[in-house]
């Protein structure tokens, strides 16, 4: 059976202003945007079991390809069965195509047309990734979404810097996009090799996204999209390069002036992002999808959010509260401790208050997507009276 | 009310050559015995939540009076609950009276009749343990039982510094004891202060337990069995200052002449044991309880516990192993993912292989008490032959 477009479909319910609802269907579930993505680095949401991640709602992992390639090697994630039963997630799962991160880790680096020379972060080794091994390796890990390799210009790129960077994701996104379809057209045929099988299993079907780069630069992100639209049907589309230093308003800026031209039909994943005020704001901006290490990473580090903005657990304050985390919240975290005992487990640096607060942060995201779903449903203007008021109390001053 | 000791109750069902099986009733449940109790040092058990114990099939969880004394000290405990309320654990709690503590920890320490001045491992301050205050502290925590505060000598003590710590442990008993009836006496005239009835709630009861001490002479132990149960009369006992150093035989030596003096219907609780090998030596020699970190130590470090004996996840023989990690267990690690990935997690240094190795080694050693229960109840011989095999197959050449 080929496949084909209509197995990954996207259809929107409500539009709210700028912004939509819709379900996303992949082989291995539907996932109903916006929606955040939790990101499982090394096939793991750190400090989350794949049942707190269903606990916490999650109907979609990220995991990345160049920390899978170095470790355990997608090889090994193929022997034991892909990347699905590998890290027993059994919903859908997008793999980042390692673009990002060996553009943004320390250490050596050389970029030319054909890909990119790094060091492992692992063991030191040089390796390289291009885009015909992004997306091998995408393809052996096994996941319903694999994003194409891109060229990733820092922050802040001037003009030159970012066209150059755009030219050559342009030109890796064709190398990308003829490799996976070989992939999928030898897998079809049944010719595909040993790992290819034992990794996927016979249901195995896989789409690649594209990304668009550009920097902050309004007319190069608009070509971008452009040219990306001209190279094929896309299943879904990838807003990357944003959120990586630049000023909010740039990032605003660029989302508003890709937001009338790009397919309505089409899911729009903004990488990378986020905070929660980021994502109220790029939702009313059109965008369905997200994935970031905030609320994990925040989580680690002691730091919840709450409707009230966020509170750092750690804090004296907190020492005899026996109140819950979030009162609001139905998270395990909330539900059955109080923030006297949340602290003591920070103070005392316990496990279990890293995975609590983990839990509850990313529980926490994904809620905020559901009532901007239900906001959205109740049609227009409903979204953006409920930013407001979401945002009053987000960022309202004098609390912890 | 009166706190009578009948509602510390211990029915022995059945026994087996020196082993038996009870049933000890304690205000927040029953517990089947032999038991091992998982130890919450600072209130929680490492890297497990009370959902994680529960589904291990934890019946008692051990927390430390020392630890929660010095962080975050028993009255915010108290203040926020008890500890029962603290941890979110509803089933019985047994806390210990912070004299191993404070005998093993390392820096300053002055020990006279009056008590123990120490060094906080916190913030360094200087702290004093009495007799009545290890008593006072463990009943503002409110667990189901308390430990009677006690010198311990260190492994290998001579006889001299045995008879001296022993005759202190048998003064400080006499101190423990009479503090705790007064507590319990106020209480049930209704004159205890805020913070115990903040702590414990309307249907508080506690226990005290006294520890038996003398090291490893022979001579010793029996005569302060003798004297601690001129003192009293128990619902418990627990062997104390074995398992710290002395050759094993030594400690088998200790139970065996203790086993047939111990009042049979009082439950025996072996201190800080330990490791599966000794759990079953113990129960052959008439111990009903257990507590010790090996299994969450352990786990941590990525040793497993197995029928096969201890396997180190992070041995590359596993590398693409795609079997359990022990296939006859029921735990979440062993029913959810494969060798492979959790040698991955522990390569990797992820918190959730913490998490899943310790469960497992809990799970192990609560399904091996369970094991040791069924064969007890097959009546004489049954557990002797039940002890071969299972020492046959743990201590088997040749496996990982």
């Known amino acids: 059976m080929p496949v084909t477009d ?41 400090a989350l079991s794949p049942a707190d991640l269903k606990s916490a709602g999650a109907a979609i992992v990220l995991a990345n390809t160049y920390h899978l390639h170095v470790r355990p090697g997608e090889e090994v994630v193929a022997q ?73 210009a820092p922050g802040g790129a001037d003009l030159a810097a970012s066209r150059d960077a755009l030219e050559r994701t342009l030109r890796w996104l064709q190398r990308c996009s003829r490799r996976h379809g070989e992939l999928t057209e030898r897998w079809n045929d049944g010719q595909t090799g040993r790992s290819f099988q034992l990794s996927n299993g016979p249901s195995f079907r896989q789409t690649l996204w594209p990304i668009l780069q550009g920097g902050t630069h309004r007319a190069l992100r608009e070509e971008a999209l452009q040219r990306v639209l001209e190279m094929g049907s896309w299943t879904g589309l990838a ?45 009313e901006r059109g965008v369905d999808m997200f994935d970031c290490v905030a609320p994990t990473r925040n989580g680690r580090n002691g730091t919840a959010f709450t409707p009230e903005g966020p509170l750092n657990i750690r804090n004296a304050a907190f020492r005899t509260d026996a ?78």
């Open 6 to 46: 209509h197995e990954f479909q996207f259809i929107v319910h409500a539009t709210s202003g700028g912004a939509r609802t819709g379900t996303l269907t992949l082989p291995h579930g539907t996932v109903e945007t916006p929606v955040f993505m939790p990101v499982g680095t090394q096939g793991t949401v750190k």
């Open 80 to 152: 034991l069965g892909g990347l699905h039963r590998f890290m027993a997630w059994d919903r859908p799962l997008l793999t980042d195509s390692g673009g990002f991160q060996v553009f943004s880790l320390a250490g050596f680096r050389r970029v030319d047309d054909d890909g990119v020379e790094f060091q492992s972060h692992v063991d030191g080794g040089r390796r390289t990734l291009t885009p015909e091994r992004a997306t091998e390796i995408q393809w052996t890990l096994g996941a319903d979404i694999a994003m194409a390799f891109d060229h990733v």
């Open 323 to 400: 109140s819950p985390l979030d009162p609001t919240c139905d998270c395990e975290a909330c539900t059955t401790y109080s923030r006297g005992y949340l602290r003591h487990l920070f103070v005392a640096e316990e496990l279990l208050g890293l995975r609590l607060l983990s839990l509850h942060n990313v529980r926490y995201l994904i809620r905020l997507a559901e009532a901007m779903r239900a906001a959205i449903r109740k049609g227009e203007g409903a979204l953006a009276a409920w930013a407001d008021d979401w945002r009053r109390r987000y960022t309202q001053p004098g609390t912890a």
């Open 239 to 283: 807003i990357g390069g944003l959120s990586v230093g630049e000023p909010k308003p740039k990032m605003y800026e660029v989302l508003e002036a890709l937001a009338p031209r790009l397919p309505p039909a089409v899911p729009r994943y903004l990488m990378g992002v986020g905070f929660p005020e980021d994502l109220v704001a790029a939702v």
